[in-house]
């Protein structure tokens, strides 16, 4: 809604209908549950009476199906990814001025069977006959695919039918309007007290630190980086070169590689790594706060959240029972939550999404270096260093092989935690291998992810995952390779051509050559959802033939999955 220039609010979905009277129209959204179980997330129905034009979102189409009579159920198979939209009526006020068989995004498995009476059908996929639904007397309207993502070809065609023809809405937002508000909040959240951040040097935690020099003049905010050993080659330095271009002089280095790679020894699942991680931060946070007498009251923290670290963490503060959590995010494990409670944190760009923050930063003059920089996780390397407690064979599985390295997905709106299906060779057509993994996905119980074998020591059958941990030299082959990566795209102009490109270090392997690398190159808007990008195959080569020539690496591999229904991080 905001990028097509509307301002929007967000309410729990079971508001009552008073609470929703000013609004020109209301969207219900996606979401993981299923609506005919007792314990998931419901709404008034008088919001369905009230006249007021509604348009629900997958879980949000059935929603409105099961309130007004209809039936909602589980389909044969899940859409997870990309699909095709075929429209079966051409005078549907949703949909005007759209061609047949576009490109959409889907997430589901429950479907509408049978829409409730006075509505109609108005489109199709392969695999859901239901794929959109109106009434358009009532002026409620439902989508079982996700029109808000920048995969969906049309998407904002269909929004914007709904914000200006159907409910008509005018344009009155703008991220970087927003930023005298933003400073104003700031200022209302500190008081008399002052700011001190913990920085990373990334595109979110500096534009949080600008706003709040800004806001309150850089005497009263002040900065750590903290180098937790879990940085990429090169990052600290980085680092002392941006902030020292802001001229403030306020942020410091702290090294404190030992207080994090400690707790980690011997930790393999990605949820207690994030949590460790975290709570390790608010510990070296109070270490250096009490060290340099700050923690007496007069000053409260400032964090770099955005909006999506918040959705994927298990939704807004307003209604955390309701979402899925996909994977915790460093601010917001327990040790943050307890200091929100206190009215210690202050979070600039919490209501933001990454596109947005970025906007800000450019009006606010920073760098286009910084700004157009690949986005890097709060936990580092920790979470691209994939780890494991056995040993495990690799199994013939479909059309390829099962690897019991587990991974994180988004499949139906919510987490899941499987093993990685790999496809023997890797070849040209790979735009096509692509499309074909989300079906793979799709039709694989138990699979979210696929890669391709882009050259190894030993075919697959030979390989097997090993038992491995968080170790320095883990840590610096991982830094290696990823230096290489890095390296290697930006000579050839490739990192341009994506949003970000994380480089995964598994612990699949032969004999001495025990780690294999997964490349992950991937474009995104926002980081909510994401296309696996096809890397020219030139480059591809190279790149693998140079990773091989480091002998702790047994093979090279592409990572051909989309988000959904994989994560863009595997942890």
């Given at each position: ?6 301002s ?11 609470a929703l009277?000013?609004a020109?129209g209301?969207i ?22 009230a ?7 997958c879980?949000?189409q059935q929603?409105?199906?099961?309130l007004l009579?209809?039936?909602?159920r589980?389909?044969?198979k899940?859409e ?12 549907s006020?949703?949909?005007a001025?759209?061609?047949d068989?576009?490109?959409?995004w889907?997430?589901?498995r ?5 829409p409730?009476t ?13 794929a ?5 007397a ?10 808000e993502?920048?995969?969906t070809?049309?998407g904002a ?15 009155d ?26 920085v ?12 709040c ?6 005497e ?9 050993g879990?940085?990429?080659e ?12 802001l001229?403030?002089g306020v942020?410091n280095?702290?090294r404190?590689e ?9 930790v ?12 390790q931060f ?13 923690a007496?009251?007069?000053?409260i923290?400032?964090q770099?959240?955005?909006y999506p670290?918040?959705?994927e963490?298990?939704g ?7 979402a899925a ?7 917001r494990?327990?040790?943050i939550?307890?200091l ?10 919490a209501d933001?999404y990454?596109?947005e ?6 009006e606010?003059?920073l760098?286009?270096?910084l ?6 996780p709060?936990p ?6 994939l780890c494991?407690?056995e040993?495990?064979a690799?199994t013939r ?8 390295v587990?991974?994180v997905?988004?499949?139906g709106?919510s987490?899941?935690y499987?093993?990685?299906l ?8 790979a ?10 996905v799709?039709?694989s119980?138990g ?6 074998c ?5 075919p697959?059958s ?5 038992s491995?941990?968080i ?6 082959l ?7 990566v890095?390296e290697m795209?930006?000579?050839?102009g ?12 598994i612990?699949?392997?032969?004999g001495?050559s ?13 980081g ?5 990008v ?10 693998a033939?140079r990773?091989?020539e480091?002998?702790e690496?047994a093979?090279?591999?592409?990572d ?12």
């Amino acid at each position: 809604m905001r990028e097509l220039g509307v301002s929007s609010e967000v309410f729990p979905s079971e508001s009552p209908i008073d609470a929703l009277r000013h609004a020109r129209g209301v969207i219900i959204s996606g979401g993981p549950s299923s609506v005919y179980d007792q314990s998931s997330p419901t709404m008034d129905p008088a919001v369905l009476a009230a006249g007021i034009p509604t348009l629900g979102i997958c879980y949000g189409q059935q929603l409105i199906t099961q309130l007004l009579g209809g039936e909602v159920r589980k389909g044969d198979k899940g859409e997870f990814g990309l699909a095709f939209l075929d429209l079966c009526v051409n005078d549907s006020a949703l949909f005007a001025g759209l061609t047949d068989h576009q490109k959409i995004w889907m997430s589901h498995r429950d479907m509408v069977a049978v829409p409730p009476t006075g509505f109609r059908i108005l489109a199709s996929t392969s695999t859901c006959s239901t794929a959109a639904i109106e009434d358009a007397a009532r002026g409620i309207f439902g989508v079982q695919f996700h029109p808000e993502v920048v995969h969906t070809t049309e998407g904002a065609r269909i929004l914007e039918n709904f914000l200006f023809s159907i409910c008509g809405c005018a344009k009155d937002w703008n991220p970087a309007n927003r930023i005298a508000l933003v400073e104003d909040q700031i200022r209302e959240r500190a008081g008399d007290r002052s700011v001190f951040f913990f920085v990373s040097g990334g595109v979110d935690s500096t534009v949080a630190f600008t706003l709040c020099l800004e806001a309150l003049g850089s005497e009263r905010v002040c900065g750590v980086y903290v180098d937790t050993g879990l940085m990429r080659e090169g990052e600290t330095d980085f680092v002392e070169e941006t902030f020292a271009a802001l001229g403030h002089g306020v942020v410091n280095i702290e090294r404190a590689e030992e207080e994090f790679l400690g707790p980690l020894e011997g930790v393999y699942e990605p949820e207690l790594k994030r949590h460790i991680i975290g709570e390790q931060f608010v510990k070296v946070q109070e270490r250096i706060m009490a060290a340099r007498g700050l923690a007496d009251g007069s000053w409260i923290l400032g964090q770099g959240t955005i909006y999506p670290d918040t959705i994927e963490s298990g939704g807004s503060s307003r209604d955390k029972s309701k979402a899925a959590t996909i994977k915790t995010h460093h601010n917001r494990v327990p040790g943050i939550q307890k200091l929100m409670e206190q009215g210690l944190i202050v979070e600039p760009l919490a209501d933001f999404y990454k596109d947005e923050v970025r906007e800000i930063g450019r009006e606010m003059g920073l760098s286009a270096a910084l700004l157009d920089r690949h986005p890097f996780p709060g936990p580092g390397l920790a979470i691209r260093c994939l780890c494991s407690s056995e040993e495990h064979a690799v199994t013939r599985f479909s059309e390829g092989w099962l690897v019991p390295v587990h991974s994180v997905g988004v499949q139906g709106d919510s987490r899941s935690y499987a093993p990685v299906l790999a496809i023997d060779t890797f070849p040209s057509a790979a735009a096509r291998l692509q499309d074909e993994a989300t079906e793979l996905v799709n039709r694989s119980v138990g699979v979210n992810r696929v890669m391709a074998c882009v050259a190894a020591r030993e075919p697959l059958s030979q390989q097997k995952v090993f038992s491995s941990y968080i170790t320095h030299g883990r840590l610096a082959l991982l830094r290696r390779a990823d230096g290489i990566v890095r390296e290697m795209s930006f000579k050839a102009g490739f990192d341009k051509h994506v949003w970000q490109f994380p480089v995964i270090l598994i612990p699949l392997g032969s004999g001495e050559s025990r780690d294999s690398v997964v490349l992950r190159p991937i474009y995104s808007v926002d980081g909510m959802t994401a296309d696996s990008v096809t890397m020219p195959d030139d480059l591809l080569r190279a790149m693998a033939t140079r990773l091989l020539e480091i002998t702790e690496i047994a093979g090279v591999y592409y990572d051909l999955t989309h988000k959904p229904p994989g994560t863009i991080e595997w942890e």
